[in-house]
């Protein structure tokens, strides 16, 4: 099977994992909940993809979708001997709410927080600090 072949096979496994997974169709901080827990969970478990209550994680890579993880997993598993091999999953990083003064400042730069995930318009940070200075730079996504 040719490359082009493997990566169309992907998608196709794809879509019919999560419809919704492809570019532009799934709204920033919406969680990826398209299939039911049990083939989630046997997925996961196949592909040795791991999930903090906020990200994926397949190797050192981090993705919002489970449906991404699952893809590259999957790319690789075809490339074996072209594949890197991957050890031990990341710990994963507490996610801690922002405080009272955090949230004011959020406020007044129409910063918003949900699910561990700064947002400015269509643009998602994981440090408030990022989300604020690019909102200090004013320009608006």
Avoid: C
């Avoid at 169709?25 to 478990?45: F, I, K, S």
């Amino acid at each position: 099977m040719s490359s082009r072949e493997d990566i169309a096979a992907i998608r196709s496994a794809s879509l019919k994992l999560s419809p919704n997974a492809t570019a532009g169709e799934t709204q920033a901080g919406q969680r990826n909940t398209d299939e039911p827990v049990p083939e989630r969970e046997r997925l996961m478990a196949e592909f040795l993809v791991a999930f903090n209550g906020r990200h994926y994680f397949y190797g050192p890579y981090r993705y919002d979708h489970l449906a991404d993880a699952l893809n590259y997993a999957r790319l690789q598993r075809a490339n074996v001997g072209a594949g890197e091999q991957f050890g031990a999953m990341p710990a994963p990083q507490p996610v801690e709410a922002p405080s009272e003064s955090d949230r004011q400042l959020m406020n007044s730069l129409d910063i918003t927080f949900l699910d561990g995930v700064y947002q400015l318009g269509a643009y998602r940070y994981d440090r408030l600090a990022h989300a604020v200075a690019y909102a200090r730079l004013g320009v608006r996504p």
